[in-house]
């Protein structure tokens, strides 16, 4: 039997049965690097959130044929992803300032952008 087996019986099981189907999904998903089966290794957390955003979670969660901790990891994923990208971009851009090195002066820009959508744009 594959993971997906033995979480499809997870989920019909008894209550009595579920912790022994969970138990077996956990090992085959950390077993190795977990590459095996498909699946990434993770971690797990919790999340306090507002109760109409865990309402509306669970209505998109229903929709999309999804659990609520999959989109949740996506959300989170992309927000870090993104926040991560902008912080970087931000500190060697200061890096940069506090290094001295010549710049372009606010005159400059201001011409630059006055000159946006004339016959003459640089």
């Not at 959300?75 to 870090?80: D, F, G, K, N, P």
């Amino acid at each position: 039997m594959g993971i997906s087996d033995y979480a499809l019986l997870a989920v019909r099981a008894s209550p009595a049965a579920k912790t022994e189907y969970v138990f077996v999904c956990v090992m085959l998903c950390s077993q190795g690097d977990g590459k095996g089966f498909g699946m990434a290794k993770s971690t797990t957390m919790t999340v306090r959130l507002k109760p109409e955003v865990s309402d509306k979670l669970e209505v998109l969660a229903r929709d999309m044929k999804r659990s609520k901790a999959y989109l949740a990891s996506e959300a989170i994923e992309a927000y870090v992803d993104v926040n991560s990208w902008q912080i970087a971009h931000i500190k060697e851009a200061l890096e940069e300032d506090r290094a001295d090195r010549p710049g372009i002066s606010h005159e400059e820009v201001v011409e630059w952008m006055n000159s946006w959508g004339t016959g003459h744009e640089r």
